[in-house]
């Protein structure tokens, strides 16, 4: 049914077309040009829009730049510190290598007082350790025996003698051991 009813007007257009071709023929220029001008029309609102959305998103990005400006200069800032901190550490580095190097060519093997256990680059501070070590425990011996009246001279110097004998042997050992 549908399709004989659009064969039907198939016909009849044709026989119009046929009956009167110049009519037709500007009619369907007319529905022609008429539909493309609606399709042109179409496609400019579409590319207004296009062009409207655009200048909006080239603002964005413009005014996030602005806005980016100072981060972009403090990382920048940022960047010359850190190559400057590493050349700094480079060079604190190769100066450390050349501390050793001299302190190993200085042969540091020998020890303080030639003892073997014992080896630093500053002996003086080892020195200065030993020095107040052994003032300190004469110090605490001296007042241990300030309370023991009963003992002489001669045993006091002994006990003396042997605390401090002792208190080095610990020391010595600590720092050999540990150090």
């Known amino acids: 049914m549908y399709n004989s009813a ?7 257009k ?19 040009t008429n539909e493309n001008l609606g399709y042109v029309n179409v496609k400019r609102l579409e590319l207004k829009q296009a062009v409207e959305q655009f200048n ?6 413009h005014r996030f730049t602005e806005i980016a400006k100072p981060t972009t200069e403090y990382l920048q800032q940022l960047d010359t510190t850190i190559e400057t901190a590493e050349k700094d550490t480079r060079q ?25 256990g014992i080896r630093t680059y500053d002996d003086k501070v ?5 020095i107040t070590y052994g003032l300190a425990i004469l110090g605490i011996m001296a007042i241990a025996f300030h309370f023991q009246p009963s003992l002489s001279f001669t045993q ?24």
């Open 6 to 12: 659009k064969n039907a007007e198939l016909k009849a």
């Open 126 to 130: 080892l020195l200065a350790f030993w």
């Open 56 to 61: 909006r998103l080239k603002t964005i990005v």
């Open 156 to 179: 006091k110097l002994q006990y003396a003698a042997a605390g401090l004998l002792v208190a080095y042997g610990v020391a010595y050992y600590m720092i050999t051991k540990f150090a």
């Open 92 to 116: 604190y580095s190769q100066t450390e290598r050349t501390r050793r190097r001299k302190f190993l060519d200085e042969n540091p093997q020998s020890g303080v007082f030639g003892l073997p």
């Open 14 to 32: 044709k026989d119009a077309e046929a009956a009167c071709p110049d009519e037709t023929r500007n009619e369907t220029i007319e529905a022609t």
